[in-house]
């Protein structure tokens, strides 16, 4: 039972197009959301995060919109440069601090 | 700053043998992550320490796995006998507390087990 989705496995977008990435999770528990970036041959990196009490966090090029009722959450990337080439995952997070992620889309910015 | 930092990057050994994996938390950070990654599981949570407390190790595969913090700093990752299925990228990561702060991943050990 997969409780944190990724269903695209990839997507590819033009330099300077808006990038959206989906995720879906089914525990209701998951009241915390968390976006990482995972380069080749190295961890996972921070990105952005959001509460369950928000429905929507920004941070420079990067949004992540929370929408509870449909237990689904986008990261939009806009403008996306080709930096930003990369396998991206959700992570959703228990009240007891428990992480799980999905399994991540990869990312191809073209210049 | 110093990232997290796990040792070995690559670790290539035949099955039936002692594999330790060791990871250095940044410091100040108070919650400690293992994570195995695979091509059928993804990345999966294996344990987690607050306060060199494990909190949660129900993602630890097998009795053959253990994992310890002798130290606020510093972690192992065993895994004693070692079989096949074991091969994965093994990450290691921190924060300041628990899972809602971002973790700061290592770059990982790569495991083969032949």
């Known amino acids: 039972d997969q409780q944190v989705k990724q269903n695209s496995p990839s997507l590819s977008v033009q330099e300077g197009r808006i990038s959206i990435l989906n995720c879906d999770y089914t525990?209701?528990?998951?009241?915390?959301f968390l976006w990482y970036k995972k380069y080749p041959a190295e961890g996972p990196t921070f990105l952005i995060s959001i509460s369950s009490i928000k429905d929507k966090n920004e941070d420079g090029r990067f949004t992540v919109f929370l929408n509870k009722s449909a237990k689904h959450l986008s990261l939009h990337i806009v403008p996306s440069q080709p930096g930003d080439s990369a396998v991206y995952f959700c992570a959703a997070v228990t009240n007891a601090g428990k992480s799980t992620f999905g399994d991540g889309t990869t990312l191809t910015v073209k210049p | 700053d110093a990232g997290v930092i796990q040792s070995p990057r690559h670790e290539v050994t035949e099955m039936g043998q002692e594999v330790t994996l060791r990871c250095k938390l940044i410091s100040g950070h108070n919650s400690l992550f293992w994570y195995r990654q695979t091509m059928m599981r993804g990345l999966e949570l294996l344990i987690y320490f607050n306060n060199n407390v494990p909190i949660d190790d129900s993602g630890m595969p097998e009795d053959r796995f253990s994992a310890k913090m002798p130290n606020a700093s510093f972690s192992t990752l065993k895994i004693q006998p070692s079989e096949p299925r074991d091969s994965a990228v093994y990450f290691c990561?921190?924060?300041?507390?628990?899972?809602?702060?971002?973790?700061?991943f290592g770059d990982g050990t790569r495991l083969s087990i032949l």
């Open positions: 525990n209701s528990m998951f009241d915390y």
């Open positions: 990561a921190s924060s300041l507390w628990g899972g809602r702060e971002p973790q700061h």
